[in-house]
């Protein structure tokens, strides 16, 4: 059983950035591909990124890409999410996920990932 805690969240102004930690346990975390998906008030959960168990490769929605950095540290058993350029629909609860490969079509459903964390909140003001 794999545990992911998110930190990081906050209140940023539009334009400015975030970096938010994953932190897992209780499982090899070198053997997951490891993920972050969103969900903004009144709206469903959707993908954000992927990476790799190795980080080698990695995959972003339209909406963050250019502007969002997924990165990972096996040794520490934490993924990283650097926002830049946040713009005030980038609020939302932000959620760790884990998966057992980085391959396949259907890496953007939620039902594709067996692992999650509890979320942290980032808000965008205008």
Known sequence: QVQLVESGGGLVQAGGSLRLSC???GGTF???????????????REFVTLISRSGGSTTYADSVRGRFTISRDNAKNTVYLQMNSLKPEDTAVYYCTARGTY??????????YAYWGQGTQVTVSS
């Open 23 to 25: 932190a897992a346990s």
């Open 30 to 44: 070198s053997t997951y591909a490891m993920g972050w998906f969103r969900q903004a008030p009144g709206k469903e």
């Open 103 to 112: 391959y396949g079509a259907n890496y953007a459903r939620e039902s594709e």
